[in-house]
């Protein structure tokens, strides 16, 4: 069955960086995108960005561009989000998404189950 | 970037038919799929609509999706409403640039 398990809760600074990983199974890694999202306490959905597993090619949220990146390992199928200069605003669960799109941005369809980013000082 | 507006919430009684929408802000919203995700307190967002109408398998035909361009909006209709259906609802849709979320729509069951 398909899965994706994220890396554990991180406590961080302001100013710090933090990098949740992805680990996917139980599909063609290559063959589908990575899709990114949080959500803030008590809060909506936000699309944070997408990775191609299959290019690497990316797209990002401009409210974030420029402190984001997201990469992949094909060798681990295993998908990265690294999101710098931390704000307490980027306090949230963080969430990775198999999206089926391969060379575009789709949608997503299976999740991982979270991970809570706390920034705090 | 196009936006996504859902109502705040909305409720209806056991048994009844409610309908969520979801309202483009620019361009066709029939250009690209929409989705529906459902989340319930503390869980993980789960499929219950994609590709405008299509169900996952494991979601009842209770749920239903549907496109009306002349408003510029999509609907996600609920029928035969259970206490289990109690969740927050999100509309998604995406461009060549990005994805986007609605605001989500808190359903209450009475």
């Known amino acids: 069955q398909i899965q994706l398990v994220q890396s554990g809760a991180e406590v961080k600074k302001p100013g710090a960086s933090v990098k949740v990983s992805c680990k996917a199974s139980?599909?063609?890694?290559?063959?589908?995108?990575i899709s990114w999202m949080r959500q803030a306490p008590g809060q909506g959905l936000e699309w944070l960005g997408w990775?191609?597993?299959?290019?690497?090619?990316?797209k990002y949220a401009k409210k974030i561009q420029g402190r984001v990146t997201m990469t992949t390992d094909t060798s681990t199928n295993t998908a990265y989000m690294e999101l710098r200069s931390l704000r307490s605003d980027d306090t949230g669960v963080y969430y990775c998404?198999?999206?089926?799109?391969?060379?575009?941005?789709?949608?997503?369809?299976?999740w991982g189950q979270g991970t809570l980013v706390t920034v705090s000082s | 970037n196009f936006m996504l507006t859902q109502p705040h919430s909305v409720s209806e009684s056991p048994g009844k038919t409610v309908t969520i929408s979801c309202t483009g802000s620019?361009?066709?919203?029939?250009?690209?799929?929409v989705q529906w995700y459902q989340q319930r307190p503390g869980s993980v967002p789960t499929t219950v609509i994609y590709?405008?109408?299509?169900?996952p398998s494991g979601v009842p035909d209770r749920f239903s999706g549907s496109i009306d361009s002349s408003s510029n909006s999509a609907s996600l209709t609920i029928s035969g409403l259970m206490p289990d259906d109690e969740a927050d609802y999100y509309c998604?849709?995406?461009?060549?640039?990005?994805?986007?979320f609605g605001g989500g729509t808190k359903l209450t069951v009475l």
């Open positions: 998404a198999r999206d089926i799109g391969q060379q575009l941005i789709r949608y997503p369809d299976s």
């Open positions: 990775i191609s597993a299959y290019n690497r090619n990316t």
């Open positions: 998604q849709s995406y461009d060549s640039n990005s994805g986007v």
């Open positions: 590709e405008d109408n299509l169900r």
């Open positions: 139980g599909y063609t890694f290559t063959s589908y995108g």
């Open positions: 620019s361009g066709s919203i029939a250009s690209n799929y």
